[in-house]
Nanobody
Framework: VQLQASGGGLVQAGGSLRLSCAGA??????????MGWFRQAPGKEREFVAA????????DYAHSAKGRFTISRDNAKNTVYLQMNSLKPEDTAVYYC??????????????WGQGTLVTVSS
């Protein structure tokens, strides 16, 4: 599956952004992929942000994202979203979407998008 992330930009602290990730599949339908969002801040390792199961029935969030970020998906559009509210300067990072063909709960992701930069100013 090929993934294209978009929606990043510059926002003030306390603001909101919605990231989108469009998937193009060939051998499997989009619904068979669990989708995740990760981020990598300058000088730091990539970290998990949120994930959603293929059918949308299960979600998982990093502690830093709980209560502020919401992952969702529209399988008819082969797209997953990350709604980010109450943004903080420490949320500044390149955000990546990823797809996993494994069972829900597995930590390995097989496919990665190119990343979209989110910058939160104080």
């Amino acid at each position: 599956v090929q993934l294209q992330a978009s929606g990043g930009g510059l926002v003030q602290a306390g603001g909101s952004l919605r990231l989108s990730c469009a998937g193009a599949t060939s051998k499997r339908t989009f619904t068979t992929y669990n989708m995740g969002w990760f981020r990598q801040a300058p000088g730091k390792e990539r970290e998990f942000v949120a994930a959603m199961s293929g059918g949308g029935g299960s979600t998982d969030y990093a502690h830093s994202a709980k209560g502020r970020f919401t992952i969702s998906r529209d399988n008819a559009k082969n797209t997953v979203y990350l709604q980010m509210n109450s943004l903080k300067p420490e949320d500044t990072a390149v955000y990546y979407c990823a797809a996993s063909g494994a069972m829900w709960g597995a930590k390995n992701y097989d496919y990665w998008g190119q990343g979209t930069l989110v910058t939160v100013s104080s």
